[in-house]
DNA sequence: TGTACATCAGTGAACGCGCGTTCACTGATGTAC
DNA sequence: TGTACATCAGTGAACGCGCGTTCACTGATGTAC
């Protein structure tokens, strides 16, 4: 499981660990994340992450950095794939928010979650988080172009859109949305049906649901 | 501060405890939340709420069925007073939801965050959980009737909406929505701002914002 | 009204646990000459 | 190429902490007679 250091220094243990905090928990959640619990999983002192981060908020800063830099990769990608289709762009940015937090539910919402107390001190997850939301402005400014979105400020608009999909996630995570609405339509088509409450979305074809 | 009890039994133990959690919530937030804390504010030995609690996950299950339970009268209220205005209801029943989370911040994230994991052993919390949603649904029946919401299944519509307002609560809580858009308004304007993207609603008076 | 007794709610000591953080240390690495 | 030395990353023991939970106990209460 865990192969043995070759040498005294790990060279590049910062990056292991962030990895390692990741990886704990996507498989024994947030209670389970620690100085110790990362260092151990390394295989390293537990004293050794010091060396790296200050406290246990910068390991946690630098995790929830990584989850936003995810998020921002993944929709500029999906942007470019649909550079002519705003109203797809739309939808994919928002599935792909929507896969990040089911497909790892537990670094989505450490990332999402203003576990990051003190910005100032963090300026590499302010600069991703703000590039993230511009991005966002731009699908929705592209949107309302196409009357696809409402007209209005374009970044008020886009807080709307990132709060419906925030919001879907959190319940679905939260286990509150209702078993009978639930049980009616998997996750991508119930996306879908609420953005079209505020969008005007065409109708997917019920197999183009993508994975 | 902390009145000395008369006797020996306290009476009503269990409420005490519940709303010291709360308040306990309130005042240090969600990290400083454990039996041993709740039992020392109510002025009882440590091991006293086990005589009401089974464990630390029972009183968290009671602290966000009261939470639920507020939620539920507030909206039940002021659905009552605008009895014949939807519209209205709906706005109103939208800024109660956003009040509690911001007037009361963690006591709100308990209620809502899914703590309660084996939701089959605290049957008062799935019951009001109900009634509250089954109360946004009616809410949004009558706005379909009156075309201020769009068509389909009002469950799924409903689910839109406490989306949209859960995401917009749980953004600003988080501190995710940038100080520009922040900056500009006050919180109830962007709430009917952003519920305005997805209902048909009467702009309101500026002077008319509620406490 | 008085007494015996069962029941119940709260006590306080003790358990083992994992945590964040500090500290003097040591092994490995790289650089100057 | 070889040696001295500064630098740096990781070690392991130790600290104090608050936590959930258990347990034998005891003081208060209420009921039966």
Redesign the interface.
């Known amino acids: 499981m865990k192969r043995k250091r070759r040498s005294y220094h790990h060279g590049d243990l910062k990056n292991a660990l962030i990895a390692a905090g990741i990886d704990i928990l996507a498989k024994e959640g947030a209670g389970a994340l620690s100085l110790r619990s990362v260092a151990q999983k390394v295989g390293v002192s537990h004293a050794a992450p010091y060396a790296h981060f200050a406290d246990k908020q910068a390991l946690i800063a630098a995790i929830s950095t990584e989850g936003y830099e995810r998020l921002y990769e993944a929709i500029r990608a999906v942007a470019a794939v649909h550079q002519r289709d705003p109203a797809r762009q739309l939808v994919e940015a928002a599935w792909v928010y929507v896969k990040f937090a089911l497909d790892d539910p537990e670094h989505f919402k450490v990332t999402?979650?203003?576990v990051v107390e003190r910005?100032k001190d963090y300026p590499a997850f302010v600069e991703v988080?703000?590039k993230s939301?511009a991005q966002v402005v731009e699908i929705v400014q592209a949107c309302q172009k196409k009357a696809v979105?409402?007209k209005?400020a374009p970044?008020?608009?886009a807080?709307?859109v990132?709060?419906?999909?925030?919001?879907?996630v959190?319940?679905l995570?939260?286990?509150?949305?209702?078993r009978?609405?639930l049980d009616r339509m998997p996750v991508r088509t119930?996306l879908v049906?609420?953005l079209g409450?505020?969008a005007r979305l065409d109708p997917e074809p019920p197999c183009a649901t993508p994975s």
């Open positions: 999402l979650s203003g910005e988080s703000k939301f979105l409402p209005g970044d008020l608009v807080v709307g990132w709060s419906l999909m925030h919001g879907l959190s319940l995570l939260e286990n509150q949305i209702p009978s609405v119930m049906a609420t409450q505020m």
